[in-house]
């Protein structure tokens, strides 16, 4: 899933808890902006609160790619 939404923390956690619910198992997370604080502090805190995904890095400069394990 490649998530693009709105940058302040709280739509950030929204977005991932949101499209989490819904995603099959081994599923990828593409977050764009993660160069952003409020993107990347959500999801840091996304990854500490769910234990079911791994955090895979960053690709460039500004996506984050979390997996669904």
Partial sequence: MFIDGD???NMVLNDLEKTSAVSSDQCYFLIH???MLDVET???DFLKSNNNFVDCGVLGTKIRMIKKS
Avoid: M, N, P, T
Wanted: charged share 35%.
């Fill in 33 to 35: 902006d993660s160069d």
């Fill in 7 to 9: 940058h302040a923390y």
């Fill in 42 to 44: 959500g999801v840091d």
